[in-house]
């Protein structure tokens, strides 16, 4: 994958990509995050891949976020959050993190 999906970190897991492979969310680790491990998602802009944005608090806790994946109607994102024991399944309204994101990736290109 791309420089901007693959960053430093102890690992980069669990992808969703979207049907018209116009994104992909994985969750990763880095420093800068919320916690252990974030979800992040990166867009495709012009046939390349958009750096790794993470989605922000109100998804990403102190906790693990983790096995992204979202409703056939592009309304919703569902997510694991907790440890590989214990942990239950989130859902939250997808549509206004990813035109939020999306508008910043194309307002810094501008």
């Not at 992808?15 to 018209?20: E, L, T, V």
């Not at 790794?52 to 096995?67: D, F, S, V």
């Not at 694991?80 to 994101?101: A, C, M, N, Q, V």
């Amino acid at each position: 994958m791309d420089k901007n999906i693959n960053f430093p970190s102890s690992w980069i897991a669990y992808p969703y990509i979207a049907p018209d492979e116009s994104y992909i969310i994985y969750d990763g680790e880095k420093e800068s995050g919320f916690g252990e491990n974030d979800l992040y998602i990166s867009f495709k802009v012009n046939g390349s891949w958009s750096e790794a944005n993470n989605l922000g608090p109100e998804i990403n806790t102190k906790q693990t976020e983790m096995c992204p994946s979202v409703s056939p109607d592009g309304k919703y994102l569902f997510f694991h959050r907790g440890d590989d024991e214990t942990g239950s399944i989130y859902w939250i309204d997808f549509r206004p993190i990813k035109e939020r994101l999306l508008k910043n990736i194309h307002d810094r290109q501008s």
